[in-house]
């Protein structure tokens, strides 16, 4: 016998938000939720789009928003429970978000808070290859990051391991002239272990659900093989060759020519990635 979204709904005391790892995961939550008489917003369930993160009540559900997003990646208490909707119609027996061992439930992509900074800041050091220090010169770099991120334009969100919501990297969204443009970066121990690759999965849900974002622009290194094989495997398109703005940028300042194989010598590789993601 086929479990209820009622059932689970009675079985739990307090809040329920429903995990929704894939668009198959989410079209089938919707279709659920209108066959036993759910509404969202007023509407019939499948007439509106599912998000990552949906709350469900008693005769509703509900987009969870930044706040809820927040609330879901500090874990389960006694009156709030999460809940891998994959697992649970699938029949498993524990079906808590982050009991499986697939990357996809492993992570969550949420808004970056500002318990996050110094999380941040020894993810930003990692990347660079730069060791602590007890000479207090930390604290010169930790200040300089810091101004550096809350004068960016960029907007961060942190990678969080759902098992024990440790800090494990960071996603990225900036609006550019050429459009929106992605980065991610996770800490050298979290590589090659399948977490960038769902964590881009739920981000680029999360962008084309909740913030209308129909195309996302990426840059490479050309020797990042790791990176490009993770976003070609989502889909990404490669489109050009170009060299970093502020490298053309410091050519002028210096008054030197531009090589005209400078794109092709110091390019970096721009990718396209349309949404939703089709793979």
Known sequence: MDRTLRQLRSMMQGDVYVFLRNTQTGERFLQDAEREGFTIGGDRPTARPFASVMALHDDTITCVGTNGMIRFGCGDTADFHRVDYELYASGAADFGYGKTGDPSASVLVRPFAESDFDAYLALTMDAL????????????????????????????????????????????????????ELGIVLFRQYQNRGMGTAALRQFCDYCYRERGIRRLLVRIAPDNARSIHVFEKLGAVYLTKKAPPLLLRTYEILGKTIPEDLDETAGVLHYELRLPLSV
């Open 129 to 180: 290859g730069i060791q602590p220090e007890q000479d207090g010169s930390d604290s010169l770099i930790r200040n300089a990051a810091y101004r550096q991120y809350a004068e960016s334009d960029e907007e961060h969100f942190s990678v969080i391991r759902a098992s024990d919501r440790v800090y494990c990297g960071d996603v990225s969204m900036k609006d550019t002239a050429e459009g929106c």
